[in-house]
């Protein structure tokens, strides 16, 4: 099972990004994706999730509004689209597959992770 997550960049506040992740070695329709993010010296924190059937989708406060998590099934590939980029949106990002649920400890398996920097 191979997760690859891309897209990650350097960004000004108020910009946007879309991150990809693309998988093989799975059945990618089977699984719920999310999305995780992690800072230096912080926890890992949930960012969005859609389920399997793309029927619900779930966000943190922190990014509802501004993210929009989506998937292609025939492309086998999960996306997170980041408008209004802020600052305190700088993190190294991960893209994981499970049941879906936002606790990380959920989640089956995961992306190398990609890093967004947000500059003020």
């Known amino acids: 099972v191979q997760l690859q997550a891309s897209g990650g960049g350097l960004v000004q506040a108020g910009g946007f990004l879309r991150l990809s992740c693309a998988s093989s070695?799975?059945?990618?329709?089977?699984?719920?994706w999310a999305w995780f993010r992690q800072a230096p010296g912080k926890e890992r924190e949930f960012v969005a999730a859609?389920?399997?059937?793309?029927?619900?989708?779930y966000y943190a406060d922190s990014v509802k509004g501004r993210f929009t998590i989506s998937r292609d099934n025939a492309k086998n590939t999960v996306y997170l689209e980041m408008n209004s980029l802020k600052p305190e949106d700088t993190s190294t990002y991960y893209c994981?597959?499970?049941?879906?649920?936002?606790?990380?400890?959920?989640?089956?398996?995961w992306g190398q992770g990609t890093q967004v920097t947000v500059s003020s």
């Open positions: 994981a597959a499970g049941p879906f649920s936002l606790r990380s400890d959920n989640y089956n398996y």
């Open positions: 859609i389920s399997w059937s793309d029927v619900a989708t």
């Open positions: 070695g799975l059945t990618f329709s089977r699984f719920a």
